[in-house]
């Protein structure tokens, strides 16, 4: 499996809105039949700092996934609402 790791800060009156848009964003649409996963992760002693974690079956599944319109909704949205950190594909094992 491969993964995505978006690392991001959002603007504490913003927080709202990006909970909505990350709702919206991971609805299950014809380009993420092979996503796994999708979570989001809040960092506890540092408020409004997320990890946005995509597990893919394959890494042409996630490639796919970042050439698609939902996927650069998703980087606007963090742009807008606050500021994009990292972007980082990882391997995911299962144990």
Sequence with gaps: MIGLEILVTIQPEKRFEFLQAFELLTQPSPNTLDCIEQTLFEKTKTPNAFLWREDWA????????????????????????????????ITVTKE
């Design 58 to 89: 394959n890494d042409e599944s996630l490639n796919i996934r970042q050439q698609t319109e939902q996927f650069r909704s998703l980087i606007g949205a963090v742009e807008v609402l606050g500021t994009l950190i990292r972007i980082r594909k």
